[in-house]
């Protein structure tokens, strides 16, 4: 299978902040931050494998600072490594101040999502060629974080296995 430039896959998201999407602190809700982020990540997977996909887990999400109300919420992502049938998903989220132009980093992620036949079966994905140095960077650190996931999964399978 040929594979594909990582840079095909990104997809961008911005919305406005609005009062009903905060917290008492006026500042967005974590819970929204977290579908804006599987969204975009699905965006660039589908776009990646060009089937549909499932969110197959959220590694991690570290919040960085807030988004307040009235700020516009950016969020760009793309696949930086596939394995047979999955792909990991690199998401950066920044706030923006409208009227200065000022942007802040708020929020990184990573998430691995399978592509699907018509059937719902996992299908083989192409490959992710890196060009960016962000991308290439993304790249090696991917085969670390996949052995952490599946060190993540098999303890949590030997654990549920003993309760």
């Known amino acids: 299978m040929e594979g594909k430039k990582a840079s095909e ?7 406005l902040v609005l009062p009903p999407d905060t917290n008492f602190l006026g500042s967005i809700f974590g819970g929204n931050v977290m579908a804006y982020i599987d969204k975009v990540a699905c965006i660039s997977a589908m776009r990646h494998a060009r089937s549909m996909v499932v969110t197959a887990s959220s590694d991690s999400l570290d919040f960085i600072a807030p988004i307040q109300a009235g700020e ?7 696949v930086t490594f596939t394995h047979k049938t999955s792909m990991e998903v690199y998401v950066k989220v920044e706030a923006e101040n409208l009227l200065t132009g000022e942007r802040r980093l708020t929020a990184t992620s990573y998430l691995t999502f399978v592509a699907l036949d018509e059937s719902g079966k996992p299908t083989e994905v192409p490959p992710v060629i890196c060009v ?5 960077w993304q790249y090696n650190g991917a085969k670390k974080r996949h052995l952490l996931r599946q060190q993540r999964r098999e303890e949590r399978r030997n654990r549920s296995a003993t309760e």
């Open 132 to 136: 960016s140095d962000e991308e290439k």
């Open 72 to 78: 516009a919420i950016c969020l760009e992502s793309f």
């Open 9 to 15: 896959s990104k997809a961008v998201m911005t919305d």
